[in-house]
């Protein structure tokens, strides 16, 4: 059987245009485009508006989509974090994510409400975050939306962006490791389970074409579906594309948590994925020992 002829036995085919669909009630062409056509709620942006739409018609599912979010449909904001690129908050989400119920060949729906996490961001962090998902790294991003009104309580200011991620409701790998009752629950298969999971969401990074920079156990983030827990990597704040490092000299730029940065950066030379790659590497120190080598 033809991935073609699998596609078509899985999702069928759209009733428009009759392409194969590529999921479940989705069409890439079709549901993707009146998404957009639809779309009704702006931000009075036109470069976020614009920016929104590109990705909302690259969109492959339901799930997919990336909307604009009123800052009134989110209630029960609490400050939960701080990081080296932004505030991060949590949230309940009145409209609630975008889901596919599998019956009948697929119904889109959406969730009642759902908990989400907020953090404040530039536009080019999104944009390295959106295109990271589309390569089909997990962890799901819902949005945008902008503060409305000054809350000194919050720290948030009036026309502060922010991005509307997925709520992991485990913490970081980082806080886990750190719980000594918690890191001697963990079993060596655990541990590989975890390890594959962020090398295999590193490797769809740089597959995007973009290096992480800044990867250490606090950007890691753990969320649990059933008994198990994934790792997810976070934080694209840092993250660059590699042809710019081909194109103009940022050695002298130096992100991330000292121990994590590789020996070659410190030295002034270029972020690289293979600078990634030792960031990982200590991670794997740290799973194995719960502390980090140096």
């Known amino acids: 059987m033809t991935k073609n002829q699998l596609i078509h ?23 993707s485009e009146k998404t957009v056509q639809e779309w009704s709620v702006t931000s ?15 969109a492959t599912m339901h799930e ?8 009134d449909r989110l209630i029960e904001i609490k400050r939960i974090a701080e990081g080296g690129f932004g505030l991060v908050f949590s949230a309940i989400w ?14 889109k729906s959406r969730e009642k409400s759902s908990m989400v996490a907020l953090k404040t961001l530039d536009l080019n962090e999104f944009k390295n975050h959106v295109h990271c ?21 919050l720290g948030l200011e009036a026309g502060k962006y922010l991005m509307v991620l997925q709520f992991a409701e485990s ?11 918690k890191f001697k629950e963990l079993t060596w298969k655990t541990k590989l389970f975890q390890l594959l999971d962020i090398s295999s969401e590193l490797a769809k990074i740089h597959k995007a074409g973009y ?3 800044d990867l250490h156990s606090g950007n890691i983030l753990q969320i649990q579906y059933d008994k198990t827990v994934y790792s ?9 594309k590699i042809e710019e490092y081909k194109e103009r000299n940022q050695g002298e730029e130096i992100f991330g948590v000292m121990p994590y940065v590789a020996p070659e950066v410190l030295q002034g030379e270029n972020y690289t994925p293979a600078a990634d790659i030792y960031g990982l590497g200590i991670i794997m120190a740290q799973m194995s020992s719960g502390q980090r080598p140096f």
């Open 9 to 31: 036995r899985l999702y069928g085919t759209c009733e428009e245009c009759g392409r194969y669909n590529t999921y479940y009630a989705w069409c890439q062409k079709c549901d």
């Open 44 to 58: 009075e942006d036109e470069d976020v508006d614009n920016c929104i739409k590109g990705f909302q018609r690259k």
């Open 64 to 71: 997919e989509v990336i909307e604009w979010i009123p800052f």
């Open 94 to 107: 009145l409209d609630g994510i975008r889901v596919t119920r599998l019956e009948n060949n697929g119904v």
């Open 133 to 153: 998902r589309l390569m089909g790294i997990e962890l799901g991003i819902y949005g945008l939306t902008k503060c409305t009104e000054n809350n000194k309580h």
């Open 171 to 181: 913490g970081s790998l980082n806080q886990f490791l750190e719980n000594n009752d």
């Open 211 to 213: 290096t992480h920079n």
């Open 232 to 240: 997810y990597i976070s934080d694209l704040g840092s993250s660059k």
